[in-house]
């Protein structure tokens, strides 16, 4: 109980501090020593609460609503003053129905509706705890420096780095209540403060174009709140209850309407199609808000909620629609990062491809798929948050963001590139995590009926993905003439934070098993009677694998030793140092050398013609089918 | 798992690779009008390979040419020794992918463009690998090779949409033409030898060994389809081969997105309809 408190509670006080904090080192011990408490708390949880099951704490929602209350049209009151203030009307619009939506909801249905276990933990909140204390903490501890390289690179913004810490803790207090929420007015709560968040982060900078992509997460995430405020309405009107456990022991229609609501808003939240450009123009922010966004809150909440529900959707006609956004999300963001060179781009749709699959795995809603689902949800995190810090050193370092300008990457900043090796390894090689999850995936997906949709989504999806990945590794690895040593200035937090990460990358894939048999196939018991067992031996095989990939290196030292070196060989031409050659009339040429982008075929506009009308459709589908649902029962 | 069975294909698939591969080179002379070399000449062209001296352009394209070798003789050895066909299949990307960087990492022209094409077929041949996976899992309950090897259902009356878009991404793996992009056994097909350009002496030999055994991994796999009856399993074995043999030397090679196009459709139409059928035939049964 108060190590739940202390989580939801903690960082807001931290970020209380941190906004009053005007020093540049004590803000850095503050943020390093909350972080520490932070990750060493949600550890204890998962010490504490590992083993016990689903425990509830009855609380009183009396103050607790009401403030929460409060604070909600408070955050109204503020969105509409940013929407007058930057002249937007769709946020102002939706800002205004949802508070009407919300008024109504605290004023006239929800008296009579007394939820008592207003929060809770089992093993599914401790992972995401653990994701959210660990991980995110960790990027908070990095943005310390960063954000002051940032600053220094940039010196015609405004530094406005008070501000920028204290939403970061307070977001981490928002995802902490998230997932312990078990009434959903509360979840709501936590769900709009996150949205609130990232509009303030993604527009940090206060540039035009910085504004511009903040009001359209603003806007698409508002669009989901309603579906979000809808749902609570639905519930209260219908006497649904508002827990969150109850709902879903209940099912049938009663949970599946706001199931669909929920899910709904889980997809703009995770940035599906045709909600994904939000996502993607959050790049504009500091990459630590990215890595944070991306890895270990945000979008994660919108995948959270939809696994969390996924026992009603499975096997339902909505649960299919939702299904099929997430594997079509994942087939074209997939083909999408092919045509990119930009690093950001090239992470931000690979992230809103993989919550694709687990959209997927979570309309499916199996135990199978869920198990899925909840291990490529762990390694996302952790692959993702490690690469984005990766890209934002380099890009201090190097001043550019661009893949190809990461050539040659290992001769110039070693340690940093191995670590991006590690991973993007992580993200689609064997034997690492999210090869494993989309390995139990297609296995989850064969036994369900209309199943082998996805397993054909998802083996052209893996060759795609395959693509990206590995084409991005030959630039990083590819040894160019050696310059100057640019690893030298990365500061040591910054150090600190990408080991610890890439230390974790390589323990997960160790631990899985682990993880898998005392977290999540104790849940799924619970939940569905079933759980998934993994082959003893196929785990023997993985163990071998990444034993493999770690005593082979060693190999460097004996082909280092007796090779004579020469130089690439340029078409008959005698090459001088630094990849030249002379060409006709004894002109003397440099050789650069660049990937294949396949813009004709994978291009951002063509994919999302074919994604953002399909999509819409399944939406109008998946909406149609449950209001049909309704009018039967 | 068989160990006994992943132990002799380590030891002697590379024999047999060998042996396959200058039958090869022969019946490929024969069809164009030469004698052509001993049977044992792919043995003698990696020994004398591996008492060349050692040259590179940087000492990590080595280490990428080794993890080749050892994760193609791994995934060869799981599929032998009866593993689950996905693992296998995924242990098989792997090693590919190391190829590639391989290629990558002496950043020079020709062998860049090689591992451009060769990521560029890895794409183009995952899909259909998978899906015949999938095929063979539909119809025996298993993805263990073991399971699938002892089935006595003929697989291929099952799944030979799956089959035909197999032995179509076939070419590209055993490095036939029209699909020898990345880098070709022919001297005809080409003038520099795209993504192993920069590799020579005893880590060209290693690529030559674990060339193959692939081939006999995939020729395994061409198995798995008749496995019901291994008497017509090795008939059709040999059929397949010669007939690759056969287009080898009848084709001549294609642009990349040809490649790239072509197997994705037959991918797309032959392997959805074939998995489209059993699922309505699975359906029916129950």
Known sequence: ?633 | MSIIYAVLFLLLAPIAGGLIAGIDRRITARMQGRVGPPILQPFYDVGKLFEKEKVVVTSSQNFYVLCYLVFIALSGALFFGGGDLLLVIFAFTLAHVFLVLGAYASNSPYSHVGAERELIQLMACEPIIILSAVGMYMVTKSFYVADIAATKIPLILFIPGLFAGFVYILTMKLRKSPFDLSTSHHAHQELVKGVTTEFSGPTLGSIEIAHWYEAIFLLGFVYLFFSWSPVIAVIAIIIIYVFEIFIDNTFARVKWPLALKSSWLITAVLGILNLAALYIIGGLLK
């Not at chain 1, 929602?61 to 049209?73: A, D, S, V």
């Not at chain 1, 297609?442 to 893996?462: E, H, K, Q, T, W």
């Open chain 1, 1 to 633: 109980m108060d190590l739940l408190f202390f989580l939801i509670l903690f960082p807001f006080i931290a970020a209380i501090v941190l906004l009053l904090i005007k020093s540049d080192n004590v803000r850095g011990a503050v943020v390093g020593v909350s972080a520490l408490l932070i990750a060493a708390v949600s550890v204890w949880l998962l010490a504490a609460y590992a083993t016990s099951g689903t425990v509830f704490f009855p609380v009183s929602p009396e103050p607790m609503g009401e403030l929460m209350f409060l604070i909600g049209m408070g955050i109204a009151l503020f969105i509409l003053y940013m929407g007058v203030r930057y002249k937007n009307y769709i946020a102002i619009a939706l800002t205004i129905i949802q508070s009407a939506l919300m008024v109504y909801f605290e004023f006239g249905i929800s008296h009579g509706v007394v939820p008592e276990n207003n929060f809770f933990v089992d093993q599914f909140s401790i992972i995401m705890a653990l994701i959210i204390g660990i991980i995110g903490s960790l990027i908070c501890v990095y943005a310390i420096s960063y954000m002051k390289d940032f600053h220094q690179h940039h010196p015609e913004l405004k530094d406005r780095r008070r501000m920028f810490f204290f939403i970061m803790f307070v977001f981490l207090t928002a995802m902490f209540g998230l997932v312990f929420a078990n009434n959903l007015a509360w979840l709501f709560f936590f769900w709009e403060i996150t949205t609130l968040s990232s509009f303030l982060l993604i527009g940090y900078t206060q540039t035009d174009e910085a504004m511009k992509n903040s009001f359209l997460a603003l806007n698409m995430n508002l669009l989901g709140g309603l579906a979000f405020a809808g749902a609570l309405i639905w519930l209260a009107t219908t006497g649904g209850g508002m827990e969150l456990d109850k709902l879903i022991a209940t099912g049938g229609i009663i949970a599946l309407i706001p199931a669909v609501l929920i899910s709904f808003a889980g997809i703009t939240k995770s940035a599906q199609f045709p909600f994904s450009s939000w996502l993607v123009g959050a790049m504009v922010a500091p990459t630590p808000v990215s890595a944070l966004l991306h890895s270990s809150t945000m979008v994660k909440a919108g995948v959270y909620v939809m696994v969390r529900f996924a026992p009603v959707l499975q096997g339902t006609t909505p649960g299919f629609m939702i299904a099929l956004i997430g594997g079509f999300t994942f087939l074209l963001a997939s083909a999408i990062a092919i045509s990119q060179s930009n690093a950001k781009k090239v992470l931000a749709y690979s992230t809103i491809a993989n919550l694709g699959l687990i959209v997927a795995c979570a309309g499916i809603g199996t135990y199978e798929a869920i198990w899925a689902a909840i291990l490529l949800i762990i390694f996302h995190a952790v692959s993702k948050s490690l690469l984005f810090l990766c890209v934002g050193t380099v890009e201090h370092q190097i001043g550019s963001r661009d893949i190809e300008d990461m050539s040659g990457l290992i001769t110039r900043m070693p340690k940093v590139a191995l670590m991006m090796l590690i991973g993007m390894a992580g993200m689609f090689l064997a034997p690492f995590g999210m090869l494993i999850s989309k390995w139990a995936a297609i296995r989850a997906f064969i036994d369900v009926p209309y199943g082998l949709i996805f397993v054909v989504i998802l083996a052209f999806g893996s060759a795609l993905t395959v693509f990206f990945w590995a084409k991005w590794m030959g630039r990083l690895i590819s040894v160019t003439p050696p310059v100057e040593d640019a690893e030298r200035r990365v500061s040591r937090t910054e150090w600190l934070v990408l080991s610890f990460l890439a230390g974790l990358m390589v323990l997960a894939t160790v631990l899985f098993p682990l993880i898998s048999s005392y977290l999540v196939e104790p849940w799924l018991l619970a939940i569905y009677g079933h759980v998934t067992l993994l082959a003893q031996e196929n785990v023997t095989i993985m163990l071998i694998m990444l034993f493999l990939l770690m005593v082979l290196p060693i190999s460097m030292l004996y082909y280092k030793k007796d090779h004579r070196q020469l130089k690439p060989y340029m078409g008959g031409m005698t090459t001088t140092n630094r990849m030249h050659f002379t060409g006709a009339i004894g002109i003397d040429r440099e050789v650069t050398l660049s990937n294949y982008y396949m813009e004709n075929y994978f291009g951002e506009k063509i994919m999302s013609k074919i994604g953002i009308p399909l999509c819409i459709t399944l939406i109008v589908v998946m909406f149609a089918g449950v209001a049909y649902a309704g009018l039967v029962h």
